[in-house]
């Protein structure tokens, strides 16, 4: 009996609770060992799980932060402005100015009004007028005379006068069809037309909603040319029109 007892006594407790064992084992399952930073002990446990180790992070790049343009005073404000307009080939407008000078819009307008009042005090044979939405240095009409010898001294006239004619009833009748300006002239004007679109002088702007005719109307360029801002800027028929033109209209009925 006492031999019995002492062989179970021997064998231990049962294997259900039988403790963990020491040593390495050990480490794997719990606590990292002595030396080992937890974070590789972490590591190795998702690895172990499948579980994709976070890709860093990218830098964010510092935004750069352009320095603001040099502020112009008015003197210098106005001679570029003026600089620019003697290169100019046609009306600028003063947005456009501005993004050149890199200055703000709301400045460019009062020094160009103050520059145009400064060429009009002064006398001076040319002057800063606004036309086609721009701005741009026009010769006075009181000298258009000496321009005009000067110009064409030895050339021609590059539009014939059925050329003007036509080009004046369309700026005043604007928008109106060839037929209509065949009426008016009392002769046909495709080919004058066909010559004053090609010069870029007037353009189609539609159909006629009964007969569905090509519309014409003046072109930025007309403006330019002339030295006007809009069309509201022509002068007025009447005192270039007959006394008897009600009698010729009658007649023509």
């Given at each position: 009996m006492s031999s019995a007892s002492g062989e179970s006594a021997e064998a231990g407790p049962d294997r259900g609770t039988e403790a963990p064992p020491e040593g390495p084992e050990r480490t794997k399952?719990?606590?990292?060992?002595?030396?080992?930073?937890?974070?590789?002990?972490?590591?190795?446990?998702?690895?172990?799980?499948?579980?994709?180790?976070?890709?860093?992070?990218?830098?964010?790049?510092?935004?750069?932060?352009?320095?603001?343009?040099?502020?112009l005073d008015d003197a210098e404000l106005r001679g570029a402005l003026e600089a620019i307009l003697l290169v100019v080939d046609e009306p600028v407008?003063?947005?456009?100015?501005?993004?050149?000078?890199?200055?703000?819009?709301?400045?460019?307008?009062?020094?160009l009004d103050e520059i145009a009042a400064?060429?009009?005090?002064?006398?001076?044979?040319?002057?800063?007028?606004?036309?086609?939405?721009?701005?741009r240095l026009y010769t006075r009409p009181e000298y258009a005379t000496y321009v005009e010898r000067f110009v064409l001294d030895g050339q021609s006239v590059r539009l014939t006068q059925a050329?003007?004619?036509?080009?004046?009833?369309?700026?005043?009748?604007?928008?109106?069809?060839?037929?209509?300006?065949?009426?008016?002239?009392g002769v046909n004007c495709d080919g004058v037309i066909r010559t004053l679109v090609s010069r870029g002088l007037i353009e189609e702007c539609g159909t006629e909603s009964d007969s569905g005719a090509f519309l014409y109307r003046t072109t930025t360029m007309f403006l330019e040319k002339l030295g006007l801002n809009s069309v509201d800027d022509l002068p007025p028929l009447a005192p270039f029109l007959p006394d008897d033109v009600e009698e010729l209209a009658d007649a023509t009925r």
């Open positions: 399952i719990g606590a990292p060992a002595d030396g080992a930073p937890a974070d590789a002990a972490l590591a190795g446990e998702g690895e172990a799980a499948g579980v994709p180790e976070r890709a860093p992070r990218p830098r964010r790049r510092a935004t750069v932060v352009p320095e603001p343009a040099p502020k407008s003063e947005l456009v100015l501005a993004q050149v000078l890199e200055q703000p819009a709301e400045r460019i307008c009062p020094v400064g060429y009009t005090a002064a006398g001076h044979g040319f002057e800063l007028r606004r036309a086609a939405g721009g701005w050329a003007l004619e036509t080009l004046a009833v369309v700026a005043y009748k604007q928008p109106v069809t060839r037929s209509r300006i065949s009426a008016i002239r």
